[in-house]
């Protein structure tokens, strides 16, 4: 709706549309003369379209232009209103603010009084929800001036960690997030109490803006696909004796660590580095911890790999023949994981094909993901305090 007005005839109210740059069509109450003018019509906008008894609607297409007699030649522009005078002038005042817009603005929530006209008020959201959060008021009044009067700002979310603090009882499950450059992806969250974890679609093809994703590099979690269909996860960071070194965690890079064997052919990869080559370049014992338990081995020829690699590759290159089985120590960030319980079980496109290198003497590991099997997620963790 532009606005509203008491004691109107019907032609008074067909009259004041059609010297209103903007409107479409009138709504009118005869019983209480009452009279209503809107910027759109049933032919635009059918589902907001009801029949009312008492109501009489009808488009401005249907009166002829000259009832507004001077104003049928007007050019006033879009948020005016032609006023008529004498001697076959007119004048043109603001009649409107216009039609709010801005990023994510959404009239979705309109209420059946709002209108747009000067001194009218209307009740703005951000939508979709899941893809915006909203600071401030929906409440938009416009001004004399024609201008509105707000504070509502749409902010994209860009992570787990911005749905969750816009809605915390935002259940587990596939979202849509935005990257820096506002390009959308897919992303899974799962979510506990102030903290959760975000899991990125290998199917993501945007750049992902790691440092968005997570609050803390301790720790991630992998989850992992047996070949039997089941979903297992663990938590994995550095050895009781590194555990005061944080992980490097990156997209498509691996500055400080050991270079992944296949990144060339797969690439873009999301990387997790236990230890640097700093430290890693020694003989010395070195490992990971999973499921806080510590999982050793000599690094017998100071080779400096230390990595988890989760590998998006789009082009889908399939080497079978470097898949490799891993030996017991490579398979225990596995044997220690917990079962998912079916209700919280991760969609296949969450899951990637990946590669372990540990030593020097420690193993290597790659494997393709596989609908049902063998894929592995990875799990970057995000808290709001």
Not at 333 to 357: L, Q
Request: aromatic fraction near 14%.
């Amino acid at each position: 709706m532009i606005s509203s007005y008491d004691k109107y005839s019907i032609l008074d109210c067909v009259e004041d549309c059609l010297r209103t740059t903007r409107c479409r069509s009138i709504n009118y109450y005869q019983g209480a003369h009452f009279c209503q003018t809107n910027f759109e019509n049933r032919t635009a906008v059918p589902k907001l379209y009801i029949e009312k008894p008492g109501w009489i609607y009808t488009d401005i297409e249907d009166w002829d232009k000259e009832i507004a007699g001077a104003c049928s030649r007007s050019s006033c522009n879009i948020t005016e209103k032609c006023i008529p005078k004498p001697f076959d002038d007119y004048d043109c005042v603001l009649s409107d603010c216009g039609i709010p817009e801005g990023p994510g603005y959404s009239l979705d929530k309109v209420e059946e009084w709002d209108g747009i006209g000067i001194t009218r008020g209307i009740h703005v959201a951000c939508s979709p929800w899941n893809m915006y959060t909203q600071h401030g008021s929906g409440f938009f009044l416009c001004r004399s001036d024609g201008t509105w009067r707000k504070d509502l700002s749409c902010i994209l979310k860009h992570s787990c960690k911005d749905i969750y603090a816009s809605n915390p009882s935002s259940s587990n499950g596939t979202y849509t997030i935005q990257n820096r450059e506002n390009k959308p992806f897919k992303v899974y969250c799962e979510f506990h109490d102030n903290f959760g974890y975000t899991y990125v679609s290998r199917n993501a093809g945007v750049e992902i803006n790691i440092d968005d994703l997570l609050t803390s590099n301790k720790h991630i979690k992998v989850r992992h696909v047996l070949r039997n269909g089941t979903q297992i996860e663990t938590v994995l960071e550095n050895i009781e004796l590194y555990k005061d070194l944080s992980l490097g965690i990156f997209y498509n890079q691996h500055t400080g660590y050991a270079k992944p064997r296949y990144y060339e052919k797969l690439t873009p990869y999301l990387y997790v580095g236990f230890l640097p080559k700093s430290k890693a370049s020694f003989k010395n014992t070195q490992g990971y911890r999973a499921a806080n338990e510590d999982f050793e081995f000599p690094n017998c020829d100071a080779n400096p790999n230390s990595y988890f690699v989760f590998y998006f590759n789009p082009k889908e290159i399939k080497m079978y023949n470097n898949e490799s089985v891993p030996n017991d120590f490579m398979r225990k960030w596995i044997t220690v994981g917990t079962t998912i319980p079916k209700g919280d079980i991760m969609p296949p496109e969450f899951y990637f094909d990946y590669e372990i290198h540990m030593g020097g003497c420690g193993g290597f590991v790659f494997r393709h993901q596989r609908d049902k099997e063998d894929g592995a997620a990875l799990g970057l963790r995000f808290g709001t305090y």
